[in-house]
């Protein structure tokens, strides 16, 4: 078992699971949540070694969402990956990596390694 946990933060359940399963059979911690408020939440109780987040939710997007995350030393140093089909402006400066949607679900375990050099 790997000793990172990992926090998805997607509006769309599917990807959740999706993304979930994937990662567990890797041998990853993983935790989900459904939106930007809820990751804030989760953040204050359980810290993490990586997230994912998407770009568009209702409530709290994923940029406003990597803006709470740098601005609050407990969370600042968290890596943080935006999956998103459009690339916004200023993403470099928060996001260590950017996951195109859609996206091949074998990037997805690639690209967790590369950011946890697991």
């Known amino acids: 078992m790997s000793k990172h946990s990992i926090l998805i933060v997607d509006d ?3 990807i959740l699971d999706l993304i979930r399963e994937i990662l567990e059979s890797e041998g990853f911690t993983v935790l989900v949540a459904p939106s930007g408020v809820v990751a804030l ?4 109780q359980t810290p993490v070694s990586l ?3 998407d770009l568009m939710m209702p409530q709290l997007n994923g940029m406003d969402l990597a803006r709470r995350l740098r601005a609050d030393p407990k969370t600042a140093q ?3 990956v935006l999956m998103s089909a459009a690339l916004p402006t200023g993403v470099s400066d928060m996001f260590v990596e950017v996951l195109p949607k859609p996206f091949p679900i074998e990037k997805v375990v690639q690209l967790v390694r590369r950011c946890l050099g697991a």
């Open 51 to 53: 997230v994912l987040t």
């Open 41 to 44: 939440h989760l953040l204050q």
């Open 78 to 80: 968290i890596p943080l």
């Open 12 to 14: 769309e359940p599917t």
